[in-house]
């Protein structure tokens, strides 16, 4: 009879067989659907049948390159006169407001307009509706253009991600179920893509550190050390102030892009970023109206549409997963659309804004999707390892059939053996992800978005320099787990403070409370305001 220990040793190795196996759908997902361009869509060649698309890009500060990502909503293959572009924003005082109007007037041929939150008759007016939003700031900001929504279809995309000119006519025609010759496929009622993080600060060269700004953050939730000043004392002192945008690349990259391949390949549950997300608004009011989705409580009082959603954080995965709990006839669950990479472009972020943000992410989703949460720590690399090492090393099949050793030592070295495999897997997944073979360059790619295949991008990172951000990501994972999910429930996001309650709905964090808990509610999007610099929301 197993002893209690050779039991705990056996839901070790089934725990690390089932992560290892779900990397591996994800790796070799993303391996064979990122290894050429796509196909050219077919949604362009209707012409004046083609949908009509509003893209809504919702705008928090002066991101890195900010106008180039928001530019490449301009640069679509797609019929000038069926897409509609809103630039939304706070107020007029945002630090990005000039440089949207300056993309307005710099595309005059487009149906596009800059929305101010501020101005918004409905929210703000006499006769509001304002008080009836919840205070998520997104949500605020974007109601207008999603309200005044010319035609059915919404793709909503973040302000610091640039996207491809053919992923419009792949997203309509995923969503809408055009095939090529004129076939027809099954529809969605939700498309979405893969994201990426490019970090553009160059760690082989010194005048970098001083041509870059560094994105601060407060981080007094951990003690991390205001970056505003940075030093030029060496690669270190540069890899703590600047190297948050490594870290998340790699994190983009690796854990999250495995399991975001896994997910949406197998189906089994919904797996939704909000970086770039496309559905028909006449779906999602239908969905979030009681008297037609049996799902919701029938005394709610909520708004329809995304308005829905403004007293909770994570409104991209709550959209995503109504989605898919209502039924629709005739339509699948959610698509992803493999071979196109929305990509966010970095510049200048620290570790602590990095760590910061990583807590805003698993602190959000906490109490959405409480199992996964929980079960994080265990699907990273360093403790899954040790899980199989564990098991390896205990259990008496592996010594009698492998003459593996039961100790301590056979243990450290099988569990640095499957971190190093681990790590190899990983490697492979950047070098495709980064690579650009997925890009078809033109005059309007950007060099951050034509990847290291192609001429003009951003080079490979030599194994040298890629090893010690994958070390470092790793190591943080942990902590940075125990302290966002273990250690408190307030948010930071959009230099405002949250706090989450138990049944997913927010409350805004005021100065005051704030305060009196004897903690300022500053965010990272505050230090950088006080300092001129660029603004990371996001």
Not at 180 to 200: A, E, M, T, W
Not at 416 to 422: E, F, H, K, N, S
Request: glycine content about 8%; overall charge neutral; proline content about 7%.
């Amino acid at each position: 009879m197993a002893t209690l220990v050779e039991t705990i040793a056996w839901i070790c190795l089934a725990w690390a067989i089932i992560v290892i196996l779900i990397q591996v759908i994800g790796i070799r997902a993303n391996l064979r659907n990122f290894k050429r361009p796509p196909p050219p869509p077919v949604s362009p060649s209707l012409r004046e049948n083609a949908p009509h698309v509003t893209i809504i890009r919702p705008v928090k500060g002066v991101e890195p390159n900010l106008y180039e990502c928001i530019a490449s909503s301009f640069q679509q293959d797609y019929p000038a006169d069926k897409f509609s572009v809103r630039l939304c924003v706070e107020d007029r005082t945002d630090p990005a407001y000039p440089i949207l109007e300056q993309i307005v007037e710099d595309f005059p041929a487009f149906d596009a307009q800059v929305l101010v939150e501020s101005e918004d008759p409905v929210l703000h007016g006499p006769n509001r509706s304002g008080d009836l939003l919840g205070p998520n700031p997104k949500i605020r900001n974007i109601s207008r253009a999603y309200r005044e929504a010319r035609g059915d279809i919404i793709w909503i995309a973040d302000c610091n991600v640039w996207v491809s000119s053919g992923v419009l006519g792949r997203m309509v025609d995923k969503l809408m179920g055009y095939g090529i010759g004129g076939r027809s496929n099954h529809p969605y009622k939700f498309v979405h893509q893969l994201p990426i993080v490019v970090d553009l600060v160059d760690y082989s060269s010194p005048s970098d550190n001083e041509r870059q700004i560094p994105l601060a953050s407060s981080f007094e939730e951990v003690g991390a050390s205001d970056a505003t000043h940075m030093s030029s004392s060496g690669v270190l002192n540069k890899a703590c102030q600047e190297g948050g945008g490594r870290l998340d690349e790699m994190f983009m990259a690796t854990s999250h892009a495995k399991f975001y391949g896994a997910i949406n390949t197998v189906g089994v549950a919904p797996c939704v970023v909000g970086k770039s997300n496309m559905f028909r608004k006449s779906q999602l009011d239908q969905i979030t109206n009681p008297v037609e989705n049996p799902n919701l409580p029938k005394d709610s009082a909520r708004p329809l549409g995304v308005d829905f959603f403004s007293h909770n954080i994570c409104e991209d995965h709550l959209i995503g997963e109504l989605f898919w709990n209502s039924k629709i006839p005739g339509h699948r669950n959610h698509g992803l659309v493999w071979g196109d990479l929305v990509i966010q472009p970095m510049s200048g972020m620290s570790v602590g804004a990095y760590v910061a943000r990583r807590a805003r992410w698993l602190r959000a989703r906490k109490f959405t999707v409480l199992a996964a949460t929980l079960a994080e720590p265990g699907v990273e690399s360093f403790l899954c390892c040790a899980y199989f090492a564990f098991a390896v090393t205990t259990l008496p099949f592996f010594n009698e059939t492998f003459a593996v050793p039961r100790t301590w030592g056979a243990m450290g070295l099988v569990w640095l053996g499957a971190v190093t495999a681990w790590m190899l897997a990983d490697w492979v997944m950047v070098r495709r992800l980064h690579s650009g073979l997925t890009i078809v360059p033109d005059a309007n790619t950007p060099s951050f978005a034509r990847g290291s295949s192609n001429h003009g991008g951003v080079p490979a990172r030599p194994f040298s320099e890629w090893l010690p951000a994958w070390i470092g990501r790793e190591a943080l994972a942990l902590p940075i787990w125990v302290w966002a999910v273990m250690l408190g429930r307030t948010v930071y996001w959009r230099g405002k403070a949250f706090r989450v309650r138990w049944n997913t709905t927010v409350y805004e964090v005021t100065e005051d409370h704030g305060r009196r808990r004897g903690r300022a509610a500053r965010t990272p999007e505050m230090e950088r305001a006080a300092s001129g610099n660029k603004r990371r929301v996001d």
